[in-house]
């Protein structure tokens, strides 16, 4: 992709003064995280939960809940026939995620909406050409990352998944996860970044520094969902800086 393409996607995400430091491939130092997250307040230590509120479960590998280990073909059976909640009674077909198997960068959503519970993929209507946006400014092509979801299946109404629907859902995350083996995962609104950090946090809270998941300490950052960019384009900038630091991360990976 040439500088004025890139320019053109940057310009669609509506900050036209966005500018990579450095090209994906680039052997250049990437600029210092300070510097790209120096107006973010920073994250408590701990924030007190409600006493009604379950304390959130430590995410565990899938290998911790079952001595067999899916490949991707099996994977993609079990996703398809779950029924360890009742979203799979209410949607047409399960969302089960798509792009590289071996990419370095995994995007995580929450849950599939009304267009992609009809077309079965993730992000496809304009919150998802908004994230293809986001890719392209940072030198990716859709089908260069993985995209998937905190659930396999569109909730009601698309209401947010419940916390046990998600727990239903996460070994079959996890054994992506696993499978893919990503360099950094990117997690795109709320309900991904709190069920993927066992957190109560606001996406404002919890973007702007790096965090990591699981055993493997995989580079995770957090920021805000393309649908909320679309109602709230003021924060657009914000989010570039959280994919400034997602590609810093990519730069320093081997």
């Known amino acids: 992709m040439d500088e004025q393409q890139r320019q053109y996607y940057l310009d669609a995400l509506g900050v ?3 500018q990579l430091r450095v090209p994906l491939e680039a052997e250049q130092e990437p600029p210092p995280i300070e510097e790209l997250v120096a107006d973010v307040e920073p994250q408590p230590e701990h924030q ?3 006493r009604a509120e379950p304390a959130p479960q430590p995410i565990s590998t899938p290998s911790s809940r079952s001595s ?3 490949d991707w073909q099996t994977l993609r059976e079990q996703v398809r026939n779950c029924r360890r909640c009742g979203l799979r009674e209410g949607c047409t077909q399960t969302v089960f995620g798509v792009g590289d198997t071996q990419a ?3 995007v995580i959503g929450e849950a599939p909406g009304a267009d992609e519970d009809r077309q079965g993929e993730p ?3 304009r919150a998802g050409q908004l994230l293809n946006a986001m890719l392209l400014a940072m030198g990716f092509r859709r089908e260069e990352v993985f995209i998937a979801n905190i659930v396999k299946c ?3 109404n698309n209401r947010d998944p ?3 629907e998600a727990l239903s859902c996460e070994p079959y995350l996890l054994r992506q996860i696993e499978l893919i083996q ?4 990117l997690a795109v609104g709320r309900i991904a970044a709190q069920n993927l950090l066992k957190s109560d946090l606001a996406v404002g809270k919890l973007r702007g520094r790096m965090h990591a998941l699981g055993e493997a300490r995989i580079p995770l950052v957090v920021t805000y969902h393309p649908a909320y960019l679309l109602r709230s384009p003021e924060h657009k900038g914000r989010a570039w800086q959280d994919l400034q630091m997602a590609l810093s991360v990519l730069r320093e990976a081997p």
């Open 16 to 18: 036209t003064r966005w």
């Open 48 to 50: 007190p939960r409600s």
């Open 68 to 70: 067999e280990k899916p």
């Open 104 to 106: 370095r960068l995994l």
């Open 123 to 125: 992000f496809v209507g």
């Open 154 to 156: 569109r909730p009601p």
């Open 162 to 164: 419940r916390a046990e």
């Open 182 to 185: 990503p360099r950094a995962i």
